[in-house]
């Protein structure tokens, strides 16, 4: 239900407030599911380790993981946000840098000058029922640029939030690179007329830039 309240998020008893497309909105808290997926489960241990490795560290080095974590912010929620814990940095850190296949850090990284994002638009093709998604690349997107997505949603949808990870760009071919196997092994090739949102960013020594997010609709068949 559509409230008008005081900016709030999260939740209060059996209540959660949250921000939507139209307003801020409170419903009911549902019971939260636990589907337990091959890439669920990969992320928990991919957690669960680098927690270890954590208590690992000599009393030093978690000392400097928390000395750098006051100049890290978290991302903001209702136009705020706060420096880290050490542990926090660290687990963000390291846990970015095991998804790719990096090795992990003991030693703060410094927040690196990211480069200049290589994408810069998404273009959908439907040749003779062939569905292609492809992203325009002026420039090389290198080995740094990381693709999310979103299942397909309904063209009237005008955001999306729930973005999964689909991998690293490919190198581009002729001002372009060809994202659509990474998209189709995730959620399958898109329907005709569904509007498809990707959201692309850098990883860098496992600190992530800003994202940028792209939609487009699936076209009829030329």
Not at 20 to 25: A, D, E, H, L, R
Not at 26 to 46: H, I, K, L
Not at 111 to 122: E, K
Not at 188 to 193: E, I, Q, S, T
Request: glycine fraction near 8%; hydrophobic fraction near 35%; charged fraction near 20%.
């Amino acid at each position: 239900m559509k409230i008008l309240d005081i900016p709030q998020s999260g939740k209060r008893g059996l209540n959660v407030s949250q921000n939507s497309p139209f307003g801020q909105i409170s419903r009911t808290a549902g019971r939260v599911t636990n589907p337990r997926t091959p890439s669920q489960m990969a992320v928990r241990d991919t957690m669960g380790r680098v927690a270890a490795h954590w208590r690992a560290l000599t009393e030093t080095q978690r000392v400097a993981w928390i000395v750098a974590a006051k100049s890290a912010r978290s991302n903001p929620r209702l136009n705020q946000s706060g420096s880290l814990s050490g542990f926090l940095l660290f687990t963000k850190i390291n846990c970015t840098l095991a998804r790719f296949g990096q090795e992990q850090v003991d030693t703060p990284t410094e927040s690196p000058q990211f480069p200049d994002l290589a994408p810069q638009n998404l273009v959908i093709a439907n040749t003779a029922g062939e569905i292609t998604l492809k992203l325009t690349c002026p420039t090389s997107p290198g080995e740094t640029t990381i693709i999310r997505g979103a299942e397909p949603r309904s063209q009237g949808r005008e955001t999306c939030s729930d973005y999964r990870l689909l991998g690293t760009c490919p190198a581009a071919v002729q001002g372009s690179a060809d994202i659509t196997s990474l998209y189709t092994a995730r959620f399958g090739v898109p329907p005709v007329a569904k509007k498809v949102y990707i959201q692309v960013n850098q990883a860098v020594d496992g600190w992530e830039s800003l994202p940028r997010t792209f939609w487009g609709i699936v076209p009829a068949t030329t």
